[in-house]
Nanobody
Framework: QVQLVESGGGLVQPGGSLRLSCVAS????????MGWFRQAPGKQRELVAV??????TSYADSVKGRFTISRDNANTVYLQMNSLKPEDTAVYYC?????????WGQGTQVTVSS
């Protein structure tokens, strides 16, 4: 059974920074990609950033230049979020793509407000 555990969310003022972490555990053979999605109230879940096992990264246009995704080993992914804006407020979900399967974390709330 695959489990993803996220941490690092919270309340921050506009212009501030947060760092999200996600650790994957369990039995899986080959990771295709790890990434972060977010869902704001009343909106669909959207891709924020993804890091593939081939070494490439991609970002939503709305976060380019402010957010950085990184991985320090095969099963841990981070999202450094700088210059946060109120519109970044959402529940952030970690995603693990393995073969044809997708796994999700439980989500961590990020609130940007003064």
């Amino acid at each position: 059974q695959v489990q993803l555990v996220e941490s690092g969310g919270g309340l921050v003022q506009p212009g501030g920074s947060l760092r999200l972490s996600c650790v994957a555990s369990g039995s899986f053979f080959s990771i295709n990609a790890m990434g972060w999605f977010r869902q704001a109230p009343g909106k669909q879940r959207e891709l924020v950033a993804v890091s593939t096992s081939a070494g490439s990264t991609s970002y939503a246009d709305s976060v380019k230049g402010r957010f950085t995704i990184s991985r320090d080993n095969a099963n841990t992914v981070y999202l450094q979020m700088n210059s946060l804006k109120p519109e970044d407020t959402a529940v952030y979900y970690c995603n693990l793509a393995v073969g044809r399967d997708d796994y999700w974390g439980q989500g961590t709330q990020v609130t940007v407000s003064s």
